[in-house]
């Protein structure tokens, strides 16, 4: 069972955010109220897995967390010899995830693994998820792994990638910001909870532009990005080899 997020009710010293076991408990809650269509993303991103699964390749989650973009691909794949490789630098996240995922059977198997994405080789990929990963990732790595994934995509692969973005410019920034905010107070957050979580994640997490990530998977080699959701300041699109 998990619960209702309130880890930001009570005024606190703030310190970085981290995905630890408090945050676990209640991830779903935490995510469903703060990122607009969630769960059709997730479902979407399965639905992409299954169309662009390539026969006898490996299916990647990168930042799986509690495994629900794992469990969305895993229902959608109907090609043969398929693997997802489900990989999260959490323990309390990789723990859950492997719970999760023993609730569902499937012909699919799925390998969750405690580990850095930096330090994971990317090999006869056919898809490769990163579902608000990215932004947690240094920015000056962020090349580098987006790199290592298109070289290991298999010709005909894609990157599914799902961030949270900022505006081209200050005035644009403020209102996707303030949408967002509001989303938040109309799902239950007080503005002690919005300013501390705010506050906690703003140096864990820095976000690029549409155009900052468009034009760095081009620079990589994709030949089509096609923003495919966005509300507010999420966004989610697929890149094709």
């Given at each position: 069972?998990?619960?209702?997020?309130?880890?930001?009710?009570?005024e606190?010293?703030?310190?970085?955010?981290?995905?630890?076991?408090?945050?676990?408990?209640?991830?779903?809650?935490?995510?469903?109220?703060?990122?607009?269509?969630?769960?059709?993303?997730?479902?979407?991103?399965?639905?992409?897995?299954?169309?662009?699964?390539?026969?006898?390749?490996?299916?990647?989650?990168?930042?799986?967390?509690?495994?629900?973009?794992?469990?969305?691909?895993?229902?959608?794949?109907?090609?043969?010899?398929?693997?997802?490789?489900?990989?999260?630098?959490?323990?309390?996240?990789?723990?859950?995830?492997?719970?999760?995922?023993?609730?569902?059977?499937?012909?699919?198997?799925?390998?969750?693994?405690?580990?850095?994405?930096?330090?994971?080789?990317?090999?006869n990929?056919?898809?490769?998820?990163?579902?608000?990963?990215?932004?947690?990732?240094?920015?000056?790595?962020?090349?580098?792994?987006?790199?290592?994934?298109?070289?290991?995509?298999?010709?005909?692969?894609?990157?599914?990638?799902?961030?949270?973005?900022?505006?081209?410019?200050?005035?644009?920034?403020?209102?996707?910001?303030?949408?967002?905010?509001?989303?938040?107070?109309?799902?239950?957050?007080?503005?002690?909870?919005?300013?501390?979580?705010?506050?906690?994640?703003?140096?864990?997490?820095?976000?690029?532009s549409?155009?900052?990530?468009?034009?760095?998977?081009?620079?990589?080699?994709?030949?089509?990005?096609?923003?495919?959701?966005?509300?507010?300041?999420?966004?989610?699109?697929?890149?094709?080899?």
């Open positions: 069972m998990t619960g209702k997020d309130s880890i930001y009710a009570t606190q010293e703030v310190r970085d955010f981290t995905f630890d076991a408090n945050v676990v408990e209640v991830f779903p809650d935490m995510i469903q109220r703060s990122v607009p269509g969630y769960a059709t993303i997730v479902s979407t991103m399965g639905k992409l897995a299954g169309q662009y699964a390539q026969s006898n390749s490996n299916l990647y989650d990168l930042g799986c967390s509690l495994g629900a973009v794992t469990l969305s691909m895993r229902r959608n794949i109907d090609k043969e010899n398929c693997r997802i490789i489900a990989v999260d630098n959490s323990l309390p996240m990789v723990e859950r995830c492997q719970m999760h995922l023993k609730g569902f059977k499937s012909d699919v198997p799925v390998d969750v693994q405690l580990g850095d994405i930096n330090e994971l080789a990317i090999d990929a056919s898809v490769v998820a990163m579902n608000f990963t990215l932004q947690f990732i240094p920015q000056d790595q962020r090349a580098s792994v987006l790199e290592k994934i298109y070289q290991g995509l298999k010709p005909g692969g894609v990157l599914l990638l799902s961030e949270k973005i900022k505006g081209e410019n200050d005035i644009k920034d403020n209102l996707l910001i303030d949408l967002h905010h509001d989303f938040k107070r109309h799902n239950g957050y007080s503005e002690l909870e919005i300013s501390q979580k705010r506050t906690a994640i703003e140096n864990v997490m820095r976000t690029d549409l155009s900052a990530h468009r034009n760095r998977l081009e620079e990589i080699g994709f030949t089509h990005t096609q923003v495919w959701y966005q509300c507010f300041n999420f966004c989610s699109m697929i890149a094709i080899k």
